[in-house]
């Protein structure tokens, strides 16, 4: 059982910079590949980063490549997403996810995730 605990959300101009945390309970942290995934009032869930549990490889949205960046610390068993250039249409909540030795190429749709936090609200005024 893993538990996920996002925090680092809030309010932020456009332009801004937020960096969001996860942290996670349970063992194993190093064999998960991790996710972020947000989710807009009124629109569906969207993919928005992954990093891999071998080799660090990562992958982006194409809406977020160049500003946002994923890393994790498995020493402190916590994923981060540091969110630059911010704009109002990243507005949302930040969830993080888990995939037991995933292939990040196959989280983009966010199904099959073993575990999910309850998410941190971003909100970015114009």
């Known amino acids: 059982q893993v538990q996920l605990v996002e925090s680092g959300g809030g309010l932020v101009q456009a332009g801004g910079s937020l960096r969001l945390s996860c942290a996670a309970s349970?063992?194993?942290?190093?064999?998960?590949?991790l996710g972020w995934f947000r989710q807009a009032p009124g629109k569906e869930r969207e993919f928005v980063a992954a990093?891999?549990?071998?080799?660090?490889?990562?992958g982006y949205a194409d809406s977020v490549k160049g500003r946002f960046t994923i890393s994790r610390d498995n020493a402190k068993n916590t994923v981060y997403l540091q969110l630059n250039s911010l704009k109002p249409e990243d507005t949302a909540v930040y969830y993080c996810?888990?995939?037991?030795?995933?292939?990040?190429?196959?989280?983009?749709?966010?199904?099959?995730?073993?575990?999910w936090g309850k998410g941190t609200l971003v909100t970015v005024s114009s």
């Open positions: 996810a888990t995939k037991w030795k995933g292939d990040i190429a196959t989280m983009t749709s966010g199904y099959g995730m073993d575990y």
């Open positions: 349970g063992r194993f942290f190093s064999n998960y590949a």
């Open positions: 990093i891999g549990w071998i080799g660090r490889s990562t």
